[in-house]
C-alpha cells in the first residue's frame, strides 16, 4: 500500500533536454518518474503527524497542557482521568476520520499507479505500470484509454498524424479536442522497428501549470522542428475517436501540467474557529491573570486588582464582543475566591498547622518557620490548580459538537428539495463551512452560464449594412417573438438542425437568391472556426471548443453552408448542395491577447484570409475608407449589444502570392522560436491581420438562467453586494445587468471607469468619489434626461448621441466629507469597469480608492477580466472589508476566485466541471 521515493535535491529547471529512446543519457537528469502521490501518511508518519496537526487546534493543545499538570499530585485535586478519556476519545476519533480518508487516497494513487500502458522496452512494446514509466520512454495507446504522461505526439491511426483527445479532466470541458503530429514524425505510423531505431533529441520549456502552452524544438535527422501545444497529449486526457497513437514522455509524475495545477488548496476556516480560539487565548490569559493574584493578595491585597481588570481589557481581543463578559464573570469569581483563600491562609490557616500541616512540598522548599515564604509557595501551586479547577470554562465536547452541528447542516444541504435541478440535488463538499452561508456581505458571480444558461443561439445579424433577424408585425414594427410566430422553414435542407430557430424569413430568401454578401457571410461562418464534426445517430453534430463557435457553425448549415469535415491540409464543405473543398494553409488561432482567430486558404488559385473577432479589434484593422458600411455596422452592433447579445465582427481579404510566402517565412521563424514565441507569433499575426474588409456582424443569445433577477433581487433586499466577473464586453455586461435587475433605472448614477492608463483610471475613481458624497446627481433613467433608451434601460452610441460614460461622467468638484456615509435609497450608484482599467485599478497605489468607491455601490460589474483579475477582486474586498465572502461560478477560469473566496459554489455548466472540484457546494 505503501511507497517511499527518495527526496531529489536538484536545481530549478529552466530547459529540459530529452533523448528519444535513451534511457541511460536521461538518468542523468534524474527527472521525475511517473509515480503519483496525493495521500498525506504512512505506517510510520501516521501517529506523529497525525498527532502534530491535531494539537495545532488550541483546544486539543489547552486540554493536553491541562492533562500534565493533572498528573502532578501537588497541583492537581482532580483525577486525570476526567481529562484523559475525552482527550483520547477526541483524538482517535479524529485520527480515525484522518486515516480513513488517507487509506482512500492511497487507494486511488494506487489505483493510478497501477494502470498499465505499454511502453517500447527492448524493440517491443510491453505492460508497464504507470508508476515505471519515465522521460524519454515511446508509449502505445489505444482508443479510450487515459493519457499516462505528457507526451509528445508522434504519429496515429488518423490520416496526417491527427487523433482526438477529450479534457473534462484537465479543463471540465467534453468537446472533442484536436492534435496533431508532425509531418516527419507522422510516417511512423505504428511500425515498432521503426521506433526502436528512432533516435530524437527534444529541447523544451521547464515543467510548469499552463495548459494552453507548449514550447519546444525537435532535433531530427538533421532538422530543427518547431513543436506547440497541437502536438501535445497531457495525463489526465483520454483518446477518443482514434485507433491507436504513439507518444513520447517529455513531463512525467509530479512535473506534468495536471499535476502542476493541482497544487495545495488553501484551508479555509471559519469565523466560528476563529471565535473559539479568540475564547481560548482569551481564557488562557484570565487564567493565568487570575491564578497570579493569589501571591498579589497576601502581600497587596485587593489594590492590585483593579490594575489587573484594567489590563485584561487591553488584551482581550476586541472582535469576540461576548468575550469580555466571560472575562468579566471569570475575574469576579476567581477574584473572590482566591482573596477569600488567602486571607484564610494568612490569618486563620497558620494557626492549625498543628492539626493541618503544610505540605511536605512546601517544607522541602521553604522552612518552617518563613510563614511568608511558604505561604508565597503555596501561592505558585494554587496558579495551577485554579488552572484546573477552572478547565469546565472551555469544554472539550465543544468541538465536537460544533462539528455535528456542521455535519447536519450539511446533510440538510444534500436533501433540500428546493436545490434540485433535473433531478440532481445540491452536494455540499465541506462541512466545515456551512455557517458562513448566513453572514454573506459580499457574492461575486461569474455571468457567462451563472447568470445566463451558456447556450448560445444564432439571434441575429448585420450583412454589408443589411440588419436581419428581427421580428416585424403587421404594422411594421419590431416586436418581440411570441409562441404562435411563424418560424423561418428550413425542411428543405436535409442537413438543417431542427432544434434551430430563427423568424427572419428575408435572410434564408436572400442566401437562396445567392446574394454575394449573404453567401460570404455565411461561407466565412463554415470556414473560419476550430471546430470538429462528428456523427450520432446518422445526424451531423458539432464538437465545439466553445458554445460560441458552436452556435455559429450550426446557424451556417442551417442557411446551406454545411462545414463537413477537416484535415491538416484542407477543410471540406457543402455549399447550398455542392461540395467544396479548400486548402488550409495556416490557423492563426484565438486567445485572450488576440480577441481574434483567422483562417487562410487556397481556392482556385486565390489565397484568402477569413477573420472573426470582437468588434473593438476588427474595426481597428479595417482597410480604410467606406466609413457609411462601418458606421452603419456600429449602430447595429449597439443595438444587438442593448439587447444583451453577445456580438463579433466578420471581414477578410486576399492575399497575393508573394505577400503569403514572405509572412509565411517570417511565420514559420516565430513559431520555432523558443523564447518568447506567443509574442513572435502575435506580433506576425498582427502584419498579416490588417486592411481587412467589413462583411458584417454576428449577435448570439446567451439567455438568463431561470429565476435569476428574482434571485438578484432578494440578495439586494437584504443589503447584500453583488458584483459581476466577466470576460464580455461593456455594453453586454450592462444589458444583462438591466436584465437581471442587478442595474435598476431607479439608480442614482452608474459610473464607468474605462481609462486607458492609470491617471486617467485614477481621475475617473477620484471623480466617482467626489459624486458619491454629491445626493444631487442626476439619476440614470429614462425621465432624467431624456434620451430614449431600449428595453434595457440604456443607449450606446451612435451619431450625435451621448454615450453611457458621458451620461455617467462625474464633474469636478469637492467632497463634502459624506462620501463614506451610508446610502439611502436615493443615493443608490453603480460601477462598471474595464479590465484595461481594473489593471491600474488593482495596484497598491490605487487599490484602497478602488475599493472605498465600489464599497458604496450597491452593485458592481467587472468587464473584460481575466480569471488573475477575478482573484485579485475578490481578495482586495476578502483583506480590506473584512467581510464573509462567496464566488459562484461553472468555468475553469472561475476556479481561481473560488479558491480565493471564502465559499465557493460551483455549478455543473456548460463550460464543465472543472470549477465542481474545487468548491463548497
Not at 40 to 61: G, I, V
Not at 166 to 176: I, Q
Not at 273 to 283: A, E, F, P, T
Not at 368 to 388: D, E, T
Request: net charge negative.
Amino acid at each position: 500500500m505503501f511507497k517511499f521515493k527518495k527526496r531529489r535535491s536538484l536545481p530549478k529547471e529552466t530547459e529540459r533536454k530529452i533523448y528519444v529512446n535513451q534511457a541511460d543519457r536521461n538518468e542523468e537528469f534524474q527527472y521525475a518518474d511517473n509515480f503519483i502521490k496525493t495521500s498525506k501518511y504512512n505506517m510510520f508518519t501516521f501517529f506523529p503527524m497525525n498527532l502534530f496537526e491535531q494539537f495545532q487546534r488550541l483546544a486539543n493543545f489547552y486540554f493536553l497542557i491541562l492533562l500534565v499538570l493533572q498528573l502532578i499530585p501537588q497541583i492537581s485535586s482532580l483525577t486525570p482521568w476526567t481529562t484523559i478519556v475525552p482527550l483520547v476519545a477526541v483524538l482517535c476519533l479524529t485520527a480515525l476520520k484522518d486515516g480513513i480518508d488517507d487509506v482512500q487516497r492511497h487507494r486511488n494513487d494506487n489505483l493510478v499507479n497501477g494502470r498499465i500502458s505499454h511502453v517500447l522496452r527492448d524493440g517491443e512494446f510491453k505492460q508497464e505500470r504507470w508508476d515505471h514509466v519515465k522521460v524519454g520512454d515511446i508509449i502505445r495507446m489505444e482508443n479510450d484509454q487515459f493519457v499516462a504522461a505528457d507526451l509528445l505526439l508522434l504519429s496515429s491511426s488518423e490520416p496526417h498524424g491527427l487523433c482526438y483527445i477529450e479534457t473534462a479532466e484537465l479543463d471540465g470541458e467534453t468537446n472533442l479536442k484536436s492534435r496533431q503530429s508532425l509531418p516527419e514524425t507522422a510516417t511512423l505510423l505504428d511500425d515498432n522497428a521503426a521506433f526502436t531505431r528512432l533516435r530524437a533529441e527534444i529541447t523544451c520549456e521547464a515543467p510548469n501549470n499552463n495548459l494552453s502552452r507548449y514550447e519546444g524544438a525537435l532535433k531530427l535527422d538533421g532538422s530543427q522542428l518547431s513543436l506547440n501545444n497541437s502536438q501535445v497529449l497531457l495525463r489526465g486526457c483520454i483518446l477518443r475517436n482514434t485507433v491507436w497513437c504513439y507518444g513520447v514522455v517529455v513531463f512525467a509524475g509530479k512535473d506534468t501540467k495536471l499535476m502542476q495545477n493541482s497544487g495545495k488548496t488553501k484551508l479555509k476556516r471559519t469565523s466560528i474557529d476563529r471565535l473559539l480560539n479568540y475564547l481560548i487565548i482569551g481564557v488562557c490569559i484570565c487564567l493565568d491573570t487570575i491564578c497570579l493574584l493569589p501571591h498579589h493578595t497576601a502581600e497587596q491585597r485587593p489594590c492590585g486588582y483593579a490594575d489587573g481588570v484594567d489590563f485584561l481589557f487591553i488584551e482581550c481581543p476586541a472582535r469576540a464582543g461576548f468575550l469580555l463578559q466571560i472575562v468579566m464573570f471569570l475575574l469576579c469569581m476567581c477574584t473572590i475566591c482566591t482573596i477569600a483563600c488567602g486571607i484564610w491562609e494568612s490569618q486563620i490557616g497558620v494557626k492549625f498547622q498543628v492539626i493541618q500541616p503544610w505540605d511536605v512540598f512546601v517544607e522541602a522548599i521553604v522552612n518552617r518557620q518563613n510563614q511568608s515564604g511558604a505561604i508565597a509557595v503555596i501561592a505558585v501551586l494554587m496558579f495551577f490548580s485554579y488552572f484546573i479547577v477552572l478547565n469546565t470554562v472551555v469544554p472539550i465536547s465543544l468541538y465536537v459538537s460544533v462539528e455535528m452541528i456542521r455535519l447536519a447542516h450539511s446533510f440538510w444541504i444534500n436533501w433540500d428539495q428546493e436545490m434540485v435541478f433535473k433531478d440532481i440535488p445540491a452536494k455540499a463538499r465541506t462541512t466545515t463551512l456551512n455557517e458562513e452561508l448566513g453572514q454573506i456581505e459580499y457574492i461575486f458571480s461569474d455571468k457567462t452560464g451563472t447568470l445566463t444558461q451558456n447556450i448560445m443561439t444564432f439571434n441575429k445579424c448585420s450583412i454589408n449594412g443589411r440588419r436581419y433577424g428581427d421580428v416585424v408585425d403587421e404594422a411594421g414594427e419590431m416586436t418581440e417573438p411570441l409562441e404562435n410566430t411563424p418560424l423561418t422553414d428550413f425542411s428543405d435542407n436535409p442537413e438543417a438542425d431542427l432544434k434551430f430557430r430563427f423568424y427572419d424569413k428575408t435572410l434564408l430568401r436572400d442566401v437562396k437568391k445567392r446574394d454575394p454578401d449573404c453567401d460570404l457571410f455565411f461561407r466565412l461562418l463554415s470556414l473560419c472556426h476550430t471546430v470538429m464534426p462528428d456523427e450520432k445517430n446518422g445526424r451531423l453534430v458539432y464538437q465545439a471548443q466553445s458554445p460560441d463557435e458552436g452556435a455559429l457553425v450550426d446557424a451556417a448549415r442551417n442557411f446551406g453552408f454545411v462545414f463537413l469535415y477537416r484535415n491538416p491540409t484542407s477543410i471540406t464543405c457543402k455549399i447550398m448542395d455542392e461540395e467544396v473543398e479548400y486548402e488550409l494553409l495556416d490557423i492563426l488561432d484565438f486567445n485572450n491577447v488576440r480577441k481574434r482567430m483567422s483562417v487562410i486558404l487556397r481556392k482556385d488559385g486565390k489565397i484568402l484570409l477569413y477573420c472573426k473577432g470582437a468588434d473593438s479589434i476588427i474595426m481597428e484593422r479595417l482597410r480604410p475608407g467606406n466609413d457609411q458600411l462601418k458606421q452603419i455596422t456600429n449602430d447595429h452592433l449597439n443595438s444587438f449589444a442593448s439587447d444583451g447579445l453577445r456580438t463579433l465582427c466578420l471581414a477578410w481579404k486576399e492575399l497575393t502570392p508573394t505577400q503569403y510566402s514572405t509572412w509565411k517565412a517570417k511565420y514559420h521563424e516565430a513559431t520555432v522560436a523558443l523564447e518568447n514565441r506567443e509574442e513572435k507569433v502575435d506580433a506576425v499575426a498582427e502584419e498579416i491581420e490588417k486592411d481587412l474588409i467589413l462583411i458584417g456582424a454576428t449577435a448570439i443569445e446567451d439567455k438568463l438562467q431561470d429565476g435569476v433577477p428574482d434571485a438578484i433581487y432578494s440578495l439586494a433586499q437584504a443589503e447584500i453586494k453583488i458584483w459581476v466577473l466577466t470576460g464580455d464586453k461593456l455594453e453586454t455586461a450592462i444589458n444583462i445587468g438591466y436584465s437581471c435587475k442587478l442595474l435598476t433605472d431607479d439608480m442614482r448614477e452608474v459610473f464607468i471607469i474605462d481609462a486607458d492608463d492609470a491617471a486617467g483610471t485614477q481621475d475617473q475613481l477620484e471623480k466617482a468619489k467626489t459624486k458619491l458624497g454629491s445626493p444631487d446627481s442626476p439619476m440614470l433613467s429614462p425621465a432624467a434626461d431624456g434620451i430614449p433608451r431600449s428595453k434595457s434601460g440604456v443607449t450606446f452610441p451612435g451619431p450625435g448621441s451621448p454615450t453611457i460614460h458621458d451620461i455617467a461622467t462625474v464633474e469636478n468638484g469637492h467632497s463634502n466629507g459624506t462620501a463614506a456615509k451610508e446610502m439611502d435609497e436615493n443615493n443608490i450608484c453603480a460601477l462598471v469597469i474595464q479590465g484595461k482599467s481594473l489593471v491600474f485599478a488593482l495596484t497598491p497605489a490605487m487599490e484602497m480608492l478602488f475599493l472605498e468607491v465600489a464599497s458604496l455601490c450597491r452593485a458592481v460589474i467587472c468587464c473584460r477580466v481575466t480569471p488573475l483579475q477575478k482573484a485579485l477582486v475578490v481578495g482586495l474586498v476578502k483583506k480590506h472589508k473584512k467581510a464573509i465572502t462567496l464566488a459562484i461560478g461553472d468555468g475553469a477560469n472561475d476556479v481561481s476566485m473560488i479558491k480565493v473566496a471564502h465559499i465557493g459554489v460551483g455549478i455543473s455548466g456548460q463550460e464543465g466541471m472543472q470549477v465542481c472540484r474545487v468548491l463548497f457546494i
